[in-house]
């Protein structure tokens, strides 16, 4: 049986964090924290860090996210974009889906946030039937079983889980041109605060299970979901 493949521009995981100090490719603008107890904490869906929204970085990604993390899309942040090198992945049968798994690690500067994108949808062929245009109808669409069927998404962070449910949905948000046509995104993602000095753990989990899932897949699966787990390490300095 011919290896399924995912259609990565329509519906696909955003490549969760790539080791960005040793290939020194992306550049955090850190700040002053005091992270205390509050070390690694996903922040409230509201959260606003420099100004930017969930709708916000959403349009900021849209390009790089539907590249395959192609680096000549990546905007400039004042926070660290978690992302990974889609070669890194390994991609296995998982009974009538697949798994994505992988591992990797970086170096930040202390006082650096971050921003975790998890699981994104656009409206490049092939898509799951329905894409929305408004915030209402896209939480129905993502979350819902009889489209994209979003569930269990979680952050761990040293061992302690937080779901990302629906609030941390952003878009729909009309983009620049997406690789394959499409112009409309939506990102399931959240920002972090400051991890404390030291090493540190972050897993990703995570699947879509709705009734479209197949339609983005050649030959069809019915499921996808990932695995992921980085090691964080934050120094005074970096090196």
Do not use: C
């Not at 660290?80 to 009538?96: E, K, M, N, S």
């Not at 994209?148 to 962070?157: K, L, Q, T, Y």
């Not at 779901?163 to 983009?175: A, D, E, F, H, W």
């Amino acid at each position: 049986m011919a290896k399924p493949a995912v259609n990565r521009s329509s519906i696909r995981i955003v490549l969760l964090v790539a080791v960005t100090v040793l290939l020194g490719l992306v550049s955090a603008t850190p700040i002053a924290a005091n992270t205390g107890s509050h070390s690694g904490r996903v922040l409230p869906p509201d959260a606003h860090p420099f100004g930017y929204s969930l709708d916000r970085i959403t349009r900021d990604l849209a390009v790089f996210s539907s590249s395959n993390n192609d680096l000549k899309f990546l905007p400039d942040t004042p926070f660290q974009v978690l992302y990974a090198d889609p070669d890194r992945f390994i991609v296995t049968a998982d009974g009538t889906g697949l798994l994505f798994t992988g591992f990797n690690s970086f170096t930040v500067e202390q006082g650096t946030l971050f921003f975790v994108p998890l699981w994104n949808a656009n409206d490049t062929p092939p898509v799951v039937p329905g894409f929305p245009r408004s915030a209402a109808k896209a939480k129905t669409y993502f979350f819902g079983a009889a489209h994209v069927g979003a569930r269990d998404f979680e952050i761990i962070i040293d061992g302690k889980s937080t779901p990302i449910g629906s609030r941390y949905l952003g878009g729909p948000v009309k983009t620049a041109p997406l690789p394959g046509g499409g112009n409309h995104m939506i990102t399931l993602g959240a920002f972090l605060s400051p991890l404390a000095s030291g090493v540190h753990s972050v897993t990703i989990r995570g699947g879509v299970f709705g009734a479209g899932i197949p339609a983005t897949t050649d030959p069809p699966v019915d499921f996808l979901r990932e695995d992921i787990t980085y090691t964080v390490e934050v120094v005074k300095h970096r090196r």
